[in-house]
């Protein structure tokens, strides 16, 4: 049996559902008997979801990098809990962009600044508009990489944001414990969506959506502080950042050359 149908949560907030990871965690979650809030930038793709997955899918349409749609879909969110009596469980907080500095000598500011904003202060937006608005008991979970536990090339700007959400997760889950809301980090390795279709290069122990959408919705359900996965990807990153650095950056210069890389999350 899932272990997720054991949770007394009944209503969970993903961003990012219209695709991916995000889709699959809201179908899971429709699937379970979940109110799911989904959230996304597509309307239509959205729309999709619902007429799939009726009757219990509510889609909220807004960009996380635009602090007043944030700001406008929390008070939307607001008045649906009141009307319907209900609360906010679960907030998932999936959605995010990747894209790569080709030159770090010529840096791109900008793209920079575009990931950042996007993957972590966008993250700000929707903790603002949405995390008042949990009750006691509840949960987030943050969606960061396995990226984030050795640094690539060209990932610059990609892997900084995502560090980022490492710390704001930890330091969110020393805050938020006396209010007995959890935090998770969420880390995946080598998903395969529709952006992982057009890498041209293999991709390591590489794992379906459903199956990350169960890994995670577990991890979840049991109070993790990091869910990772699949592990012996992630262990293995991990057992590499305890190498001297001249060793893991070897085996990086070896196994990246020539081939670009690409965000093992999305």
């Known amino acids: 049996m899932d272990a997720v149908k054991s949770m007394k949560i009944n209503t969970v907030l993903i961003t990012g559902a219209s695709s991916g990871i995000g889709l699959q965690l809201a179908k899971d979650y429709l699937a379970l008997g979940w109110h799911v809030i989904a959230c996304g930038r597509s309307q239509e793709r959205l729309e999709a979801l619902a007429l799939n997955d009726l009757p219990d899918v509510t889609l909220l349409i807004f960009d996380i990098s635009q602090r007043d749609q944030v700001q ?8 649906l809990l009141t009307r319907t009596d209900s609360q906010l469980d679960l ?9 790569y500095i080709d030159d770090a000598k010529a840096f791109d500011d900008l793209l920079f600044e575009r990931i950042v904003h996007t ?3 966008a993250m700000g937006y929707c903790l603002g508009a949405f995390l008042p608005l949990m009750p006691r008991g509840s949960h987030i979970g943050l969606m960061s ?19 980022g959400v490492q710390y704001l997760a930890s330091s969110l889950a020393l805050d938020l414990a006396k209010n007995d809301i959890g935090v998770s980090l969420i880390c ?15 991709m390591p122990m590489q ?7 169960k890994a995670i919705r577990e991890g979840l359900n049991a ?7 699949p592990r012996r990807f992630t262990y293995l990153l991990k057992l ?27």
């Open 72 to 79: 406008q879909a929390g008070q939307d969110l607001a008045e």
């Open 91 to 99: 907030l998932i907080l999936n959605a995010g962009s990747c894209e």
């Open 119 to 121: 993957n972590l202060i």
């Open 145 to 163: 990489s396995s990226a984030i536990y050795l640094p690539f090339p060209r990932a610059e700007a990609y892997g900084a944001s995502k560090a």
């Open 188 to 202: 995946p390795g080598f998903v395969a969506t529709p952006l992982t279709a057009k890498n041209d290069f293999s």
């Open 207 to 213: 794992v379906s959506v459903q199956t990350a959408s």
């Open 223 to 229: 109070g993790r502080r990091e869910i990772h996965f």
């Open 240 to 266: 590499m950042s305890f190498l001297p650095a001249i060793v893991w950056q070897k085996v990086i210069a070896n196994d990246t050359q020539a081939k670009p890389f690409k965000d093992p999350s999305l």
